[in-house]
């Protein structure tokens, strides 16, 4: 099983809304990660958990804010988001730091 | 340090034609290099990944890349395309115990039937 579950595919929300975005993996990765993705731009790193410990933010504003209850989820806390927010959000893991990412079909998120 | 340049944002090939997809990478260390394939709204997938043993990887659909260190390349070929090659192709660089996945920025391939 390679593969890594996110939820929901699809998120709307206003910028005084709070919401969850949802990542699961059981390939018993240690490194699990955040992406935001612009149109027609490479996906930029925002967080990295590993050993279930934060150990990279890439100076993303405190309206986001990462968790990781245990090895196999990791959740994104969304609250008073702008609209320059909107964007493909995806989830990855990997076995370790280097090694190759597997990526989540990403959740769509729509700020009005 | 790591960075990675791809060399045209678009690339359009006939169906059947080669398909080259070009990628330079920069890295202080002995890199770890991959190309992934991205459909529209969806993830990325992985295609193949170097990471120093053999320098002629072959991934999946039929798609291979060469790690040549004299030219610090990983380019990605193809040697007939197919229609259902067409999407965004992403080459990234990372080296051993180093999170971040450094990515390209990107190159559309089109397939001309």
């Known amino acids: 099983d390679t593969e890594v579950t996110q939820t929901p595919k699809h998120l709307v929300m206003g910028m005084t809304n709070k919401k969850s975005l949802k990542c699961e993996q059981h390939?018993?990765?240690?490194?699990m990660y955040w992406y935001k993705q612009k149109a027609k731009k490479p996906p930029e790193l925002m967080f990295v958990?590993?050993?279930?410990?934060?150990?990279i933010n890439e100076s993303v504003p405190s309206r986001f804010s990462p968790e990781c209850p245990n090895s196999s989820l990791l959740n994104l806390h969304l609250h008073a988001l702008q609209p320059e927010d909107s964007a493909l959000y995806l989830c990855?893991?990997?076995?370790?730091?280097?090694?190759?990412?597997?990526f989540g079909q990403g959740t769509r998120l729509t700020v009005v | 340090a790591q960075s990675v340049t791809q060399l045209g944002s678009h690339v359009s090939v006939s169906e059947g034609a080669l398909v080259l997809l070009r990628c330079n990478y920069s890295?202080?260390?002995?890199?770890?290099l991959f190309w992934y394939v991205q459909y529209p709204n969806q993830g990325l997938q992985l295609l193949l990944k170097y990471t120093s043993a053999a320098t002629l990887v072959k991934g999946i659909n039929g798609f291979e890349a060469e790690f040549k260190k004299s030219e610090t390349s990983f380019h990605l070929t193809k040697p007939s395309a197919h229609m259902s090659d067409a999407a965004e192709y992403f080459c990234a660089v990372s080296n051993f115990g180093n999170e971040k996945l450094t990515f390209g920025t990107g190159t559309r391939l089109t397939i001309i039937p």
């Open positions: 390939m018993g990765h240690r490194a």
């Open positions: 990855a893991s990997s076995q370790q730091g280097g090694t190759e990412a597997f």
């Open positions: 958990y590993s050993y279930e410990k934060l150990s």
């Open positions: 890295s202080s260390v002995p890199p770890y």
